[in-house]
C-alpha cells in the first residue's frame, strides 16, 4: 500500500499513540519530530541544547532547525519505503519544504489524516500522560494499566512526566497549535489532501477510523471527509 501520510492533530490528540500502532501493523516508519527533540535534548547534541528552551516552555523550535532535522530523517529512508510524520509539520513553512522535497523525490505525500479531539479531553489526557523516557511511547495513569509499574509495557524503559505537561505548557501548546499549526488544515484541504478522523473513543476504535481512512485513499485521492 502507499503511504506518505501526515498525522495531524493537536497536543494530546493521540497522534504518537496512533503512530506507533499504524507504524506496527501497516509496515509504516514511526517519524516523530517531537521524540528526535527529546532524543537529542536528553543526548545533549547541539539541536538539543538550542530545542530545549523552545520545548519546555511548549513554544515551536524555529523553522530552520526543525525543517532541517525532519528532512535528514526522510532522505535517511528507503525509496520505497512508506512513513508516517507525527508532529511535523507544523507551520505553512514546514508544509511547503516538506512539499519540496518529496517533491525532488518523486513521492508526492499521500494523505494528511486530522485527528480532532475537544479542548477539555486534551487537557485531561496531557495531565495523566507518562512517556517512556527510553523508546517514547506514552501511557495515560486514568486507564492504562501496566505490567510493572513505572516501566514501559514495550520496552522496559522508566516512565516519567514530561516537562512541557505542565498545565502553564500545556495551555501554550494549545494556544501555539491554534495559531501557528491549525493553518495546515486549509493548506492540505486546498490540495484535496485532507481527511479528519474523529480522536474521541478507545484507542483502538481511533485506530479502525485511521486503518479505514487511509485505506479508503488507497488508488484514489482524498477530500475532505470526517470519518
Ligand atoms: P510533540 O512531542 O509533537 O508534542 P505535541 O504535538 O504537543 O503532541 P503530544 O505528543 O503532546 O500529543 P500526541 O498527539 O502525540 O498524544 P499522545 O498519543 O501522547 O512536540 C513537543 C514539542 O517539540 C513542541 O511543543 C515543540 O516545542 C517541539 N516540536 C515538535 N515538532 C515540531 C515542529 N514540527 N516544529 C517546531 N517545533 C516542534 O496521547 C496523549 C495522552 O492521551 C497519552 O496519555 C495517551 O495514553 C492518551 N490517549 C491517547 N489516545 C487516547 C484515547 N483514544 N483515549 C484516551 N486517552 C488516550
Ligand atoms: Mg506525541
Do not use: W
Request: net charge negative.
Amino acid at each position: 500500500m502507499l503511504a506518505r501520510v501526515v498525522l495531524l492533530g493537536p497536543p494530546g490528540a493521540g497522534k504518537g499513540t496512533q503512530a506507533k500502532l499504524l507504524a506496527e501493523r501497516l509496515d509504516l516508519v514511526h517519524l516523530a519530530s517531537g521524540d528526535l527533540f527529546r532524543s537529542n535534548m536528553a543526548q545533549g547534541t547541539p539541536l538539543g541544547r538550542r530545542a530545549q528552551e523552545y520545548v519546555t516552555q511548549g513554544l515551536l523550535v524555529p523553522d530552520n532547525l526543525t525543517i532541517a532535522m525532519v528532512l535528514e530523517a526522510i532522505s535517511s529512508l528507503d525509496q520505497g519505503q512508506s512513513f508516517l510524520l507525527d508532529g511535523f509539520p507544523r507551520t505553512v513553512v514546514q508544509a511547503e519544504a516538506l512539499d519540496e522535497a518529496l517533491g525532488e523525490r518523486r513521492q508526492p505525500l499521500d494523505l494528511t489524516l486530522l485527528l480532532s479531539v475537544p479542548r477539555e479531553e486534551l487537557v485531561q489526557r496531557l495531565g495523566g500522560r507518562l512517556t517512556c523516557r527510553s523508546c517514547q511511547a506514552p501511557y495515560q495513569v486514568r486507564s492504562s494499566p501496566l505490567r510493572q509499574p513505572g516501566l514501559c509495557d514495550i520496552c522496559g524503559g522508566e516512565l516519567y512526566q514530561r516537562e512541557d505537561d505542565t498545565p502553564e505548557a500545556v495551555s501554550k501548546r494549545l494556544e501555539v497549535y491554534h495559531t501557528q499549526t491549525a493553518p495546515l488544515v486549509d493548506y492540505y484541504q486546498q490540495q484535496g489532501k485532507l481527511v479528519e478522523v474523529d480522536g474521541l473513543g478507545t484507542v483502538e476504535e481511533v485506530h479502525a477510523r485511521l486503518s479505514k481512512a487511509l485505506e479508503a485513499v488507497v488508488g484514489s485521492r482524498a477530500g475532505h471527509n470526517r470519518i
